[in-house]
């Protein structure tokens, strides 16, 4: 098999999704399935429709689109506020779309009127993570403005957290969400459908047992695909964190010295390079770099580590390892790497089906030695 790939195991974000679809039903919540981490892969996409969950969100138009192309037709939703100059391909394609800006609204009003569709709105609110969303105190005013273009529907309000400043979800900011919901029905004269507390990293807050007030949706990316909340990072019980593994191929081993020699200055990527104290070390280089993967987000097997990377070469202490020049080595990847690993056009995503059930998870490994 050609290196480097991604395993992609549907069979466990298949039982991901519905455990969590499963366990946030007993409180009222709904999800949303994140695509973007997977470019709107339709075999991940529909895994997940098959889970249970009816709507999927995306940030960006491309990944929207490539899922209606190939025959989906959940509703969908764009994540991110559309670029004004994207407005009518948004009408076309999404259902909804998160907003914060008016113009931008006017503008899909628009589109949506000549295209003679309607368009749903939610409306961001800005909880103190300072990245999108309106602030609290414009809410009303906004959702008033809203309410009188055509065409469109508002569809409630939502809120980002824990991505910018790592601002977490608790029962302050979220009592504020559900509040400023509670005020949007004055206005508009209906209960909005949706209030959208966040992400992955909502979950612990969620299963607190504490009043969750009007939050009926999350949407979830990294918790589905790496079975992991997003604020520490620890393993949501009773999901696989191995639905998705990397495997790269040693190109290089060879016994060296742990500390550079020569005048040492920048290297290629940060600055000053490493050097090690170690003396002598079995060092391996894999065929794969920054340019395919976050070498900080990567997992190694035990006794194995990251040491480096550059563009095209990741450098490893291979320990007592063996890894012959051919053999395989697989890891777990964080979001952060399974974002680039997924976007790179040299890692191969190949799907796995092998009727996975919930148990242990295998820790990343070093493959049988190619043939
Ligand atoms: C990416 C994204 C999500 C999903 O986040 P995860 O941590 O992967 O669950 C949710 N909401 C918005 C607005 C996003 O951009």
């Not at 609290?136 to 957290?161: Q, S, Y």
């Not at 807050?205 to 990316?221: E, H, K, Q, T």
């Not at 593994?245 to 550079?260: G, M, Q, W």
């Not at 070390?281 to 070498?295: E, V």
Request: some cysteine; proline content about 5%; hydrophobic content about 45%.
């Amino acid at each position: 098999m050609s290196a480097p790939r991604l395993h992609i195991n549907l069979d466990k974000i298949y039982h991901n999704a519905s455990t969590l679809v499963a366990r946030l039903l007993t409180k009222g919540v709904s999800v949303t399935g994140v695509t973007k981490a997977f470019l709107g892969t339709p075999q991940i996409a529909r895994a997940m429709l098959r889970a249970g969950i009816t709507c999927l969100g995306d940030s960006r138009i491309e990944n929207i689109e490539r899922m209606r192309q190939s025959g989906i037709e959940a509703q969908m939703i764009l994540i991110r506020s559309p670029m004004l100059s994207q407005t009518e391909r948004v009408v076309a394609s999404a259902d909804v779309s998160f907003n914060t800006e008016l113009e931008v609204m006017a503008a899909l009003s628009m589109a949506a009127v000549k295209a003679r569709k309607n368009h749903g709105v939610l409306l961001m609110i800005e909880l103190g993570d300072l990245r999108e969303g309106v602030m609290p105190h414009d809410v009303e005013r906004t959702v008033k403005k809203i309410c009188e273009l055509p065409n469109i529907t508002f569809m409630g309000v939502g809120a980002n957290l824990a991505c910018r400043n790592g601002v977490s979800p608790d029962n302050r900011n979220m009592a504020q969400l559900s509040a400023l919901a509670d005020s949007t029905a004055r206005i508009c004269g209906f209960c909005p459908p949706i209030v959208s507390g966040g992400n992955s990293s909502n979950l612990d807050w969620v299963f607190a047992g504490d009043d969750i007030g009007l939050v009926n949706n999350l949407r979830l990316g990294e918790a589905i695909l790496l079975g992991r909340e997003a604020l520490n990072r620890q393993r949501v019980p009773g999901l696989f964190i191995d639905a998705i593994s990397l495997v790269a191929e040693v190109i290089e081993r060879k016994t060296k010295p742990s500390k550079p020699w020569g005048t040492v200055a920048q290297s290629a990527f940060d600055g000053a390079s490493a050097s090690g104290s170690q003396g002598n070390i079995n060092q391996a280089i894999l065929a794969i770099g920054r340019q395919d993967i976050d070498p900080d987000g990567l997992d190694p097997p035990v006794g194995v580590q990251v040491l480096d990377a550059s563009s095209d070469h990741l450098v490893l202490n291979a320990g007592d390892r063996k890894l012959v020049v051919g053999s395989e080595v697989s890891f777990q990847l964080n979001y952060s790497a399974l974002l680039r690993a997924m976007t790179s056009p040299h890692i191969i995503k190949t799907f796995v089906k092998n009727g996975a059930v919930a148990g242990p998870c295998p820790a990343a490994q070093i493959l049988p030695d190619a043939a």
